[in-house]
C-alpha cells in the first residue's frame, strides 16, 4: 500500500531565516506530488504541483518555492521566511495522469510559525 | 475556471439526527468532484469522489453524497450523526492535474 511522510510536524522560524519541508510517498512510482498551504485553519491554497521530475508547476507567485529532486521526493523552500508564511503545510500525492479523477491522498501537514 | 462553494461555515445537528453539509460547483465540461474530511491539527482524509453514473455516491464512515447535475451540487449526506463526525468538511473539484478545494465547512454534531 502506499504512504505519505512529511517533516518535520511542527517548526518555528524566525523572520528571515532559510526553510525546509520534506516530503516522500512509498509503494508507487511517477505520482503526481503537490504543496497546499492552509491558513487559519480553512481553506486550502494549491502552492506547487509536479508531474515528474524536475517539473514543477507554480500556482501562486511568492518567496517559496519547490523541488523534486527524486521520483517520490518532494522539498518545499524558502530562503528568506516572511511573517504571512506562516501556516499549515500539507504534502500530497495521486496515480499519474491529468483529467481523471484521481484521488489526492494527504500527508499529515507540518505546522511552521514564523517568529 | 473550475471552482466549488460552500455557503454554510457552519453546520450544528444533534446525534443521531441526518445531516447534510451543502457544495456547489461551477465547472466546464465533466466535473469531478470529491468530499474530504480534515480533523484538528491532520490532514485531510478522501472520503468519497463522484465521476460518472450513479448520482448517489456512497463513502468511507457511512457517508453519502448527491450529485444534482440541474442544480451544480454535490451535498454530503449521512442518515444519522455522530458525535465523532464533527470535524472540518471539505467540498473538491478536478481543475487539471490538482484540486481545488472550498473554503470548508465546519460540522458540530452535540450528543
Known amino acids: 500500500s502506499q504512504t505519505i511522510h512529511q517533516w518535520p510536524a511542527t517548526l518555528v522560524q524566525p523572520v528571515g531565516s532559510p526553510l525546509s519541508l520534506e516530503c516522500t510517498v512509498e509503494g508507487t512510482s511517477n505520482p503526481n506530488l503537490y504543496w497546499y498551504r492552509q491558513a487559519a485553519g480553512r481553506g486550502l491554497q494549491l502552492l506547487f504541483y509536479s508531474v515528474g521530475i524536475g517539473q514543477i508547476s507554480s500556482e501562486v507567485p511568492q518567496n517559496l518555492s519547490a523541488s523534486r529532486p527524486q521520483d517520490r521526493q518532494f522539498i518545499l523552500s524558502s530562503k528568506k521566511l516572511l511573517l504571512s508564511d506562516s501556516g499549515f503545510y500539507l504534502c500530497?500525492?495521486?496515480?499519474?495522469?491529468?483529467?481523471?479523477?484521481?484521488?489526492?491522498?494527504f500527508g499529515e501537514g507540518s505546522w511552521l510559525t514564523v517568529v | 475556471a473550475q471552482s466549488v462553494a460552500q455557503p454554510e461555515d457552519q453546520v450544528n445537528v444533534a446525534e443521531g439526527n441526518p445531516l447534510t453539509v451543502k457544495c456547489t460547483y461551477s465547472v466546464s465540461g465533466n466535473p469531478y468532484l470529491f468530499w474530504y474530511v480534515q480533523y484538528p491539527n491532520r490532514g485531510l482524509q478522501f472520503l468519497l469522489k463522484?465521476?460518472?453514473?450513479?448520482?448517489l455516491v456512497k463513502g468511507s464512515y457511512g457517508f453519502e453524497a448527491e450529485f444534482n447535475k440541474s442544480q451544480t451540487s454535490f451535498h454530503l449526506k449521512k442518515p444519522s450523526a455522530l458525535v465523532s463526525d464533527s470535524a472540518l468538511y471539505f467540498c473538491a473539484v478536478e481543475a487539471g492535474t490538482a484540486l481545488i478545494f472550498g473554503k470548508g465547512t465546519t460540522l458540530s454534531v452535540s450528543s
Open positions: 500530497a500525492w495521486s496515480n499519474p495522469g491529468r483529467g481523471a479523477g484521481n484521488t489526492i491522498y
Open positions: 463522484y465521476i460518472t453514473g450513479d448520482n
